[in-house]
């Protein structure tokens, strides 16, 4: 099959089937068969948490495979409109069945998240991209390492446990994890195995919210959980995943200890805006659209679908680039690196960037 794709793939079968690609007349016989796309089906829901599900996906011959800690845009059909999210990977690299999968929790706003907890079923067409993000191990994994999360952050470090455990890692790793609660802690039983089995690692969950009795800790992260786990954050390579306030603390933690070298951090949901920020001033003009506001200090994204916009869009964390559109002129600023850019007709992802003053975007 790898023959046959490659010839598909070729110069001479795109310039024939020319003004269309290959996969448009493949997709006429089976969608599977796409030569530059890729697509999956659905083998297994697996329902995690009352509102968390992982999905089991076979993809097809374009998938290239994923390293750990990764993502895919996931997107599926409904009513004849494709919707696209952008969710983590959470299984191992070195599964022998050809399969992975993403686990994903339903928020009350995310249809497509709603969708894959409550509808999508076994058999469901999936279409993805390759997968992306710098968020990995290393080629060269380290002696000592850190994987800390917080709720649905869980999915990308669990990938790479388990590839660590499905590869023989020997060196030494601290699993941290931060839940509401048992209830509310996605592979709960998993990650009691993982504990209980795995010689190289230290599995330890704090629940937040109905704490355990008798736990060795408890509440939010705190300088004080790594050192009585015995951990070094100078010396330590350390991921952090989850909500934008639990990696804020890690972060500052990690610079007084002078330790920033050694993070690596991956937000699942973009930090709440300061509504009362001080660049929250001038008018955001929508120049396509032939309409402008005042500038409420909130995403460019989220004061477009203010003014009765409706811009496209895919994980409204910057990961993809379903929003991407052209800013004609004016100063934004990045909600998670605070990093202010103001080159003219630049191209910005609108789910992360804040305008500074008066700003134009082609929208």
Not at 113 to 121: A, D, F, M, V
Request: aromatic content about 6%; charged content about 25%.
């Amino acid at each position: 099959m790898g023959i046959v794709r490659k010839a598909l793939a070729s110069r001479p079968v795109a310039a024939f089937t020319s003004p269309h690609t290959v996969d448009h007349y493949l997709d006429q016989v089976h969608p599977m068969l796409a030569v530059h796309h890729v697509r999956a089906r659905v083998v297994e829901v697996i329902r995690e948490t009352g509102v968390a599900s992982t999905v089991v996906l076979r993809p097809n011959g374009s998938w290239r495979g994923f390293k750990p800690g990764q993502h895919v845009e996931f997107g599926v059909e409904v009513d004849g409109k494709r919707r696209v999210r952008v969710f983590s990977v959470s299984s191992s690299t070195q599964r022998k069945d050809g399969l992975f999968s993403v686990s994903v929790k339903a928020h009350p706003d995310g249809y497509v998240s709603q969708y894959l907890h409550h509808e999508l079923c076994p058999r469901t067409l999936v279409h993805l991209s390759q997968a992306d993000g710098d968020f990995v191990l290393p080629d060269s994994v380290p002696d000592d390492l850190l994987l800390l999360s917080g709720g649905s952050g869980i999915t990308p470090v669990m990938s790479m446990l388990r590839t660590l455990r499905d590869t023989g890692h020997r060196g030494r790793v601290t699993f941290l994890h931060y839940a509401r609660s048992r209830d509310d802690e996605m592979f709960s039983d998993e990650l009691d195995e993982l504990d209980a089995s795995l010689d190289f690692a230290t599995v330890v969950r704090i629940y937040t919210r109905e704490p355990v009795e008798g736990a060795e800790l408890a509440g939010r992260f705190t300088v004080e959980h790594l050192k009585h786990l015995g951990v070094d954050a100078a010396s330590t390579l350390s991921y952090v995943c989850g909500p934008a306030g639990l990696i804020a603390t890690v972060r500052d933690a990690y610079d007084e200890l002078d330790a920033a070298d050694q993070l690596r951090m991956e937000y699942f949901k973009v930090p709440t805006v300061d509504l009362d920020a001080a660049d929250a001033t001038g008018t955001l003009t929508f120049e396509d659209s032939g309409i402008a506001a005042d500038n409420s200090g909130t995403t460019i994204l989220e004061q477009a679908e203010a003014a009765g916009l409706k811009p496209a869009y895919g994980c409204r964390m910057g990961v993809c680039n379903t929003c991407a559109l052209k800013k004609n002129h004016g100063a934004v600023r990045h909600v998670i690196s605070g990093e202010i850019t103001a080159s003219t007709d630049e191209t910005i992802k609108i789910c992360v960037q804040v305008p500074v003053g008066d700003v134009n975007v082609a929208l």
